[in-house]
């Protein structure tokens, strides 16, 4: 007998293992590992009302056409005029080469042109993200997947000279990571619309100022799944059957903004505390630091601090008097996703990369869930008293502003009668 196999005869360990039911790889069986047969449509869904423009807002209807899985907005973009002999040499951390690199994108690109994004039905907002929420969202995904997402919003970027283009804008609503779970049944369901906010659109440093690159068109390309009549009835038996439908959602919600005036010195660390007010039951929140106007736009490489992620340098929690975690930054930024458990449901932790022009690495979580499952643990805010937060952050601008944003990523039942499609979100506390 193989001597391996023949350790295993006197091992309790395995013989354990062998009581428990198994699953044999070497046997040749698709049960539960097939998806039914569906069809995928990549629908171009045009502005239904408002107007294209900086400052302004526009609405897109959507469609029923299926399971509704991930939306993007296709974004029609004017040419810029870059200065000759421009290029986009950086250094090794992102950051512009001044003799060479002198004009381009702010840090968040082209995020820096929505003021809010919104999906309503029937009068009710569902969920509603920030420009700051969507970074947060954004920072969870995968390396490859959040590269992908940085260069679709030319996130510390140069634009082609004289050129427009089309930019293809991910927006990560609550079912985003799961949409065959998660995404919205648009057959079944009411009607949904997604409304779009953007402000002044100065996202792009050109000469000696940041300058307005609004879109001049805008649509959305909506991925939706759609499936053969007797699936179809499957599904609706299956979920709708019982009369209500209700499923567990991560919704983004964020605190009102607090605001660090107190001077300080480019460089140096400071540390500000915050005050906890949210009241939802939440499986994390995130922590971002940056500088609004860092009052020197004499230069891209000075110019492009303005609203950068700045990094944490030590992170306090504190529940009822007691500390629940007191961190480097540094940890959080490499662990605070998942604890180093590998999670399909969590991103890959902070880019260290050269490609990080949009420093999304300083966008940092803190996770109550990171079990490996995908829901293992939630806390309820409003049964804790004194929620504080204290961070020490790295001063972008000497006698600045800095403004913290704390995201939440809160759970909500989002129920659906079957017998109107109607929606509510319901239970959140």
């Known amino acids: 007998m193989n001597p391996i196999l023949a350790s295993a005869e006197s091992s309790a360990v395995i013989a354990t293992i062998r009581e428990s039911k198994q699953v044999n790889p070497w046997v040749y069986n698709e049960s539960e590992r097939l998806t039914v047969p569906h069809a995928m449509q990549l629908l171009n869904v045009p502005v239904s009302s408002g107007t294209v423009a900086a400052g302004r807002s526009f609405t897109l209807e959507l469609p029923k056409n299926g399971q509704l899985q991930q939306i993007w907005l296709k974004m029609s973009m004017p040419a810029v005029n870059i200065a000759d002999g421009d290029n986009e040499a950086v250094s090794g951390d992102g950051t512009p080469t001044t003799t060479v690199n002198v004009e381009g994108f702010k840090r968040l690109g082209l995020l820096d042109c929505i003021d809010e994004i919104r999906l309503e039905s029937s009068g009710r907002v569902?969920?509603?993200?920030?420009?700051?929420?969507?970074?947060?969202?954004?920072?969870?995904?995968?390396?490859?997947?959040?590269?992908?997402?940085?260069?679709?919003?030319?996130?510390?970027?140069?634009?082609?000279?004289?050129?427009?283009?089309?930019?293809?804008?991910?927006?990560?609503?609550?079912?985003?990571?799961?949409?065959?779970?998660?995404?919205?049944?648009?057959?079944?369901?009411?009607?949904?619309?997604?409304?779009?906010?953007?402000?002044?659109?100065?996202?792009?440093?050109?000469?000696?100022?940041?300058?307005?690159?609004?879109?001049?068109?805008?649509?959305?390309?909506?991925?939706?799944?759609?499936?053969?009549?007797?699936?179809?009835?499957q599904v609706i038996s299956a979920n709708y059957g019982g009369g209500m439908l209700s499923r567990v959602v991560r919704l983004s919600a964020e605190e009102a903004t607090a605001t660090d005036s107190t001077p300080g010195t480019a460089g140096t660390v400071k540390s500000v505390s915050i005050d906890l007010k949210e009241s939802d039951v939440i499986t994390g929140f995130y922590i971002t630091v940056e500088c609004p106007d860092t009052n020197a736009t004499d230069t891209y490489i000075n110019a492009i601090k303005n609203g950068a992620p700045c990094e944490l340098k030590e992170v306090e929690l504190k529940f009822a008097g007691q500390t629940v975690l007191n961190v480097p930054g540094e940890f959080l930024q490499y662990y605070g996703r998942d604890y180093g458990r590998p999670d399909a449901h969590s991103g890959d932790n902070g880019i260290t990369s050269h490609g990080d022009n949009s420093l999304m690495r300083f966008v940092y979580k803190v996770s109550f869930d990171a079990m490996g499952t995908s829901l293992g643990n939630a806390v309820a805010l409003r049964e804790i008293s004194r929620a504080q937060l204290r961070v020490n952050y790295v001063v972008a601008a000497t006698n600045r502003v800095h403004n913290i944003h704390i995201g939440y990523e809160k759970v909500s039942f989002l129920t659906v009668a079957a017998s109107t499609g109607r929606t509510n979100l319901s239970i959140s506390s």
């Open 126 to 233: 569902h969920e509603q993200l920030s420009k700051h929420q969507i970074l947060q969202r954004l920072s969870d995904l995968p390396f490859a997947q959040r590269t992908a997402a940085q260069q679709s919003y030319r996130m510390g970027m140069q634009p082609d000279d004289n050129v427009a283009y089309d930019a293809s804008l991910l927006l990560p609503f609550f079912w985003y990571k799961d949409g065959a779970r998660y995404g919205i049944d648009t057959d079944f369901q009411e009607a949904m619309r997604v409304v779009v906010k953007l402000n002044s659109c100065e996202c792009v440093y050109v000469g000696t100022a940041f300058v307005a690159h609004a879109p001049t068109a805008c649509e959305a390309i909506c991925e939706y799944r759609q499936w053969d009549d007797a699936t179809k009835q």
